[in-house]
């Protein structure tokens, strides 16, 4: 069973930086897409960022030249660095992947997810 494990969230001020971390256990896929989405309360959770099996990364426009996703294979984690960071990045941060790639950015495509880690930026 797959598991997904986010860390690295919290509060910043506007123009800081955070880098959250997703630790997967349990991978039995061998080719697999993975993503980072957020959510607001009353809002749909949105794609971020989502990096192929391969390593090719995409980003939504809102966040292109501020965000870089990464992954580490030897251990399994995801990372996704967030600079400049905005207050409309406030949001809960969620880790998924998708074992029937490819993917994008449709919360639809993707199998396993994470319980979220809060980041929340202020003015």
């Known amino acids: 069973q797959v598991q997904l494990v986010e860390s690295g969230g919290g509060s910043v001020q506007a123009g800081g930086s955070l880098r959250l971390s997703c630790a997967a256990s349990?991978?039995?896929?061998?080719?697999?897409?993975m993503a980072w989405f957020r959510q607001v309360p009353g809002k749909e959770r949105e794609g971020v960022a989502v990096?192929?099996?391969?390593?090719?990364?995409t980003y939504a426009d809102s966040v292109k030249g501020r965000f870089t996703i990464s992954k580490d294979n030897a251990k399994n984690t995801l990372y996704l660095q967030m600079n400049s960071l905005k207050p409309e990045d406030t949001a809960m941060y969620y880790c998924?992947?998708?074992?029937?790639?490819?993917?994008?950015?449709?919360?639809?495509?993707?199998?396993?997810w994470g319980q979220g880690t809060q980041v929340t930026v202020s003015s």
């Open positions: 349990g991978l039995t896929y061998r080719r697999f897409y």
């Open positions: 990096i192929s099996s391969n390593g090719n990364p």
């Open positions: 998924a992947l998708a074992a029937f790639p490819p993917a994008t950015m449709r919360a639809d495509q993707y199998n396993y």
